[in-house]
């Protein structure tokens, strides 16, 4: 049979261009003689629609946008995403659902049966499971059509305390015993750095388990937070890859599974992963909310430096301004660094005073703070007055604000709420400061494009005179790697300790973590590239007593 | 059988204060002579302990301090709510239980069956559901044990487009089938204005369905967004409540099954129950986090008034300060009205000057802004600078700064982030403009605590010469009413128009609720009053394209 693969880059409620998309990909199948094309799981509304689902008006719309799309599928069949209603007595109202469609019309249903729950997944909040097992017959084969998580009945535990199996059923297991011909999985499967050896892991695993061929159809883009990485493939039945498709944007393969041609992806390296990942996450924010224009505060320093070269991939150098904003505690090379940067990127940038209003607010506040030492409060005034001015310049010329908060001070709280955690999207939220020195010398491998010097100071938040980030926290080698073993490995802080780290260290850096939940609450969306970030994946309590 | 219903406010996490007062309320029912004790639903950790669930050192101290509770019973029994492991091969690690103590040690567990995963709930997270039915036996009486909304397999939809039975398991159907004597059942039920009712509809239709009596225990106390009323019950076999514990505060009762004491709450009506529900949420968030003082930005408007009425009821008046920031827009009246609040509340109030910073905002901005119009952003430069000096205090004196946006406001993104936005709370967010104007009437029912002046003027930003509210919304009664048939009741706007209400404002509405959803993804956490607030409980997608 040949099947077409089609990966694509949808957007959460846009049915207009996503079936277009989609209609464009049959008819390019059509056209390369194929028998079906295979879309990603909720191809039709984007992953993930969240509470629109709940909306009926959407749920009409994609079923129609469905059966406006079955309409272009005159001799070919094509394998579908989309919610479709139970139409049982009980449950939710919902499945999530693969549409097969020929002849013009829907010719068959097929349900997903494990709902993810866990991390950033929230299906069972929407959709009742698959409870009954069928094969599509199709020219004289029998497709296994699954949806995503059903292939991933037995994965790796996120924590030691998870079991092995975190389901009950086995999909893929039902469906064998029905004597299959082909495995189809549609898949929204987000990208972290992590994740496509996992992939390959389970697809060669299950490939080999049933003797069986498998079409993997993932989608590429970012959706918010979320980023898709595609690499879309086909396994033959002794568990090979031997057609991958790209990553990180749109491709189309039209394979013959008896013959399937042999298209291998050059291996990347973590670092050029997480930076292809950002770039894409960072476009896709900005072009799916129809805006261009990115603002961004330039400290002189290497978070900063970072977002803003990233950006600057993005969206192009007309598209992203600086804004330099000294103060009275800023070294002399915050300027010229930051500078540097605008100059080797070729953007735009403006040098903004704060003293003054740092001066107004103080002269305001001191009958009431008069007698007291200053401290945290006189620290925040002068990173809200910053949150001001490139709010002022956002608002004024419709351009986003990028968050420039690493993953490390977002963890311990290390961040002025209203200051420099405003922002439309924190670029690099989920990247430790250990990470973030890596990729900026990644972007600076063949020419320096962060300037070395903010790569190599001391970092500092430079906020009174001569503070060093190191004052309140250890060196960023100890700090990131308990960090990890707290949030990545939900280590507890007794475990941490026993590998190695100081207990009072530990026990410190534990509670900032935790007492910070309140300021994380009001972050920007974060660009997820791990595989656990902060965000709607780590649901935290916050009034709580935690220790 | 005498069994006592301790009803008490639990704090996640705090398993030392938690045990205590179960342990406190063990020795009072033991000295009541009672046979049984029933606490509520994840009494030990409190609800919603959320992804703590998943860190193993926080459900060895649960399941430690439940062993810990089970060494008081002695002569007594006690039912009391914590996770458990799953000890099966497959699934998630965890059930919610019920944890029967009795003689010094556990006796026995059952797990909730019913795992609800809509709105606020989100139990499929970190629960295995049971899918086994077992009553308890104890001194001589079968005890059907249940845990919240094991109860609730038929509730009345939340939308039309949902089916009436969302589960396909009814554990009461099960129990019944093994003829227990008694239904017990373990909640925790978050306060809505129309739950009560809900509440006892369903408790009295299980009753008389299986003609058995029902002890209902619900815990009281607020968990950052999510207000428990309490409201702890027994229904009898006819399905008459008999006995019924007070609201929104901890309470004990000791009832014999046989002939349980006849106790009736006063009926109260909605917009009290609302009125003590904010100042429970509000003292429990302060006191929970071990803080005692707030800060507000008073306007000389409703909203602040209101919401500062409120906190001087939770907190007490010496404990709420109040800061006047008058602009060159303000009305006269802002002043004198939020002084004559000040002093009807007896609270400290300063008046602090914005316009020396916003002058210097400008001139800093003027060389980038210059021949541009003014609008939106200086417009918030005024919001923000208000939001600089509050902040400003709160970090100075340790104290809260309340955000006092309401939800009309809220859902149209009426409100500049990192300006008006700004608050570790947001008390009123869930209360629409005229639910305002109810409550504030309400508040003043004895005496003016709110001056009359703050009730009767017409809304405004007070942002721009003689800015009104309705310069860009409708009147009040209009918006709140579309905005309740979209977000409450989830209704298309098709359907809205076929209401009555006019399509131009009802599109424009509609647009700009779902415009906002990034400007509510960084909004402080609100105080949950109705059925369908925003915040975790309504998860939108930010980068979408659905109108």
Redesign the interface.
């Known amino acids: 049979m040949k099947i077409a693969l089609a990966q694509l880059n949808y957007?959460?409620?846009?049915f207009e261009?996503n079936s277009k998309k989609i209609i464009d990909s049959i008819q390019k199948a059509k056209k390369g003689k194929a028998d079906l094309v295979v879309f990603s799981e909720l191809s039709v509304t984007?992953y993930?629609?969240?509470?629109?689902l709940?909306?009926?008006?959407?749920?009409e719309k994609a079923e129609k946008t469905i059966h406006e799309i079955a309409a272009h599928c005159t001799g070919i069949a094509a394998l579908v995403g989309g919610p479709s209603i139970?139409d049982g007595?009980?449950?939710?109202?919902l499945h999530n659902s693969a549409w097969f469609l020929k002849e013009g019309k829907v010719s068959a249903i097929r349900h997903k049966t494990l709902l993810p729950?866990?991390d950033i997944f929230?299906e069972?909040?929407h959709f009742e499971p698959n409870n009954e097992f069928k094969l599509i017959e199709y020219k004289g084969e029998k497709l296994a059509v699954t949806i995503c998580e059903d292939i991933w009945d037995e994965q790796p535990a996120?924590?030691?305390?998870?079991?092995e199996?975190?389901?009950?059923v086995s999909p893929l297991e039902e469906l064998n015993k029905l004597n299959p011909d082909i495995i189809i999985n549609l898949s929204a499967s987000p990208f972290s750095y992590n994740q496509e050896n996992k992939r390959k892991d389970i697809l060669a695993k299950n490939a080999k388990r049933y003797h069986l061929p498998i079409v993997y159809v993932n989608q590429t883009g970012a959706?918010?937070e979320l980023i898709f990485d595609g690499g879309s493939c086909f396994i033959n039945a002794k568990g090979e890859i031997s057609t991958e498709l790209s990553y990180f944007k749109e491709d189309f393969q039209i394979i013959n599974t008896k013959m399937p041609p042999v298209i291998k992806q050059p291996k990347t390296e973590v670092i050029g992963k997480i930076h292809k990942a950002l770039i894409l996450g960072i476009r896709?924010?900005f072009f799916?909310?129809n805006l261009h224009d990115a603002v961004l505060g330039l400290s002189g320093g290497i978070d900063s430096a970072l977002v803003c070269a990233l950006a600057v991939e993005a969206l192009g150098a007309k598209h992203v301004r600086g804004i330099l904003m000294p103060s009275v505690y800023s070294s002399d090379h915050s300027i010229s660094d930051a500078v540097q940067l605008a100059n080797n990127l070729n953007i735009k940038y403006?040098i903004?005073?704060?003293q003054?209003?740092v001066d107004?607010?103080g002269?305001?506040?001191h009958?009431?703070?008069r007698g007291?030492v200053p401290?945290?409060?006189?620290e925040?005034?002068q990173a809200?007055?910053r949150?001001?001015?490139v709010?002022?310049?956002s608002?004024?010329f419709g351009s986003i604000l990028l968050n420039t908060t690493n993953k490390s001070e977002c963890a311990v709280g290390y961040g002025t709420?209203?200051g420099d955690m405003?922002g439309?999207l924190a670029v690099i939220a989920d990247l430790y400061k250990t990470d973030v020195y890596k990729l900026s010398n990644y972007i600076n491998r063949e020419k320096e494009i962060i300037p070395q010097n903010s790569i190599t100071k001391a970092p500092s938040a430079e906020l009174r005179p001569d503070q060093k980030d190191t004052d309140s926290l250890p060196d960023y080698d100890t700090l990131d790697a308990i960090l990890f073993k707290y949030i990545e490995q939900?280590q507890?802080?007794?475990e941490i300790i026993e590998a190695g780290f100081e207990e009072k260290t530990v026990t410190k850096i534990s509670r900032m973590v935790n007492r910070n939940e309140?300021k994380r609450?009001?972050?920007?969306?974060i660009l997820r590239i791990s595989s656990k970030a902060f965000g709607?994946g780590?649901?935290?309590?916050?009034?709580?007593?935690?220790s």
């Open positions: 957007h959460i409620a846009n261009d984007g993930y629609p969240n509470d629109l709940e909306r009926e008006e959407f749920v139970n007595q009980k449950g939710k109202q729950t866990y929230d069972y909040r996120a924590t030691k305390f998870a079991k199996k975190l389901y009950s959706n918010t896709d924010y799916k909310s403006d903004l005073k704060i003054p209003m107004e607010f002269k305001q506040l009958p009431l703070f007291l401290g945290v409060a006189e925040n005034i809200r007055t949150g001001v001015l709010m002022a310049v608002n004024k709420l209203y405003n439309g939900n507890s802080p007794k309140y609450f009001q972050a920007a969306p709607f780590r649901k935290m309590p916050i009034v709580a007593r935690f």
